[in-house]
């Protein structure tokens, strides 16, 4: 029933398949896509989340430092977390987003040896960069050339700014899809889904095993299919459009204000506010080499500690992490939380690292 119901609105989701929790969901769409094609390499963008697991948790914010861009196109790569070993980042490609050359390059170079290109449509996890004009029509269209699966990970877009996802938003359809606890309103929930013929190489029509302890749980079907019916009529996104751009104006005049360069953008309620830059920045390197680390973690501590902003505007390794919106907030909690936000930069001076 949740299949069916799920299938309905989400473009590419000709099968549904439930698992735990988002760092599942990828792990096993890599998995399918590997299983599918018979092909061993992944393709990802530096500055992208998709969960902890250990082929996949290469070139993220919690990486230690910036990497090195190598004749190839290819990016360095650097481990988000010790306890990797470095076998297991060769199974992965790590490229600039927004790089449409580099992508190009790497296939060429591996023909018949790249099984998938994983990325969030919006790199929501680095604050938020949107993909430049074309990009991901034209992996699409690189995919389906090269023969690769091109997979959407959704933990984070998916039904936060409609109900279809940044499929629907960007009219681009990947092969797989993953989802995380949104569909099912922050129950434990998450999913995979994609067109049938890769869905059905999952056993037990196919030869992959995919299974969870808590799969497929009553409990949080129920959610999901009651999540779904809610947010279908679409009023819950457009309040949550209705906040975001009131916060978005309000934070933009403060910082223009006190004379501090800051680029703000947002999808579906998750506002990035990249400090210190002028324009729209296109990959993770355009933000290490503007985000003031030292400025940021002053004002995020002066926020939390003494203005009672928790969690706001909290920096992260070289980026920021970006503002969550949800239909609990009000337009009253937006202007307050602005207040203090330009009381706090009347009491600290801004400089670049």
Known sequence: MLSDRFCSVVPCAEKLR?????????MYATRIARAATGRRLILKFEGHFHGLNDTLT?????SPRSVALLESGELERVPGTVGIPDELGQLTIPLSWNDLGAVRKALELYPNDVAGIILEPVALNIGCIKPDEGFLQNLRTFATEYGALLIF?????????????????????PDLATYGKAFGCGMPIAGIAGKAEFMDVIAPRGPVQICGTNT??????????AALDHLE??????????LEDQIKGDMSEIFARHGIPCHIDGYGGRVGVHIGMTGRPRSMRDIEQTYPVKFAHKLFHMLSTEYGLYGFLMPLSYCPEPITLSAVHTPTMIHDACERLDSALNRIDYHVN
Do not use: M, P
């Open 58 to 62: 290469w070139n993220v914010d919690s």
């Open 216 to 225: 497929g749980r009553y409990l949080s079907v129920s959610a999901a299919l």
């Open 18 to 26: 439930l698992v735990n929790s988002g760092l599942e969901a990828t």
């Open 233 to 242: 009529d679409g009023a819950a996104y457009r309040y949550v459009a209705s």
């Open 153 to 173: 990970d959704e933990v984070l877009t998916g039904f936060r700014a409609n109900i279809g996802g940044a499929q629907t938003d960007y009219s681009v359809i």
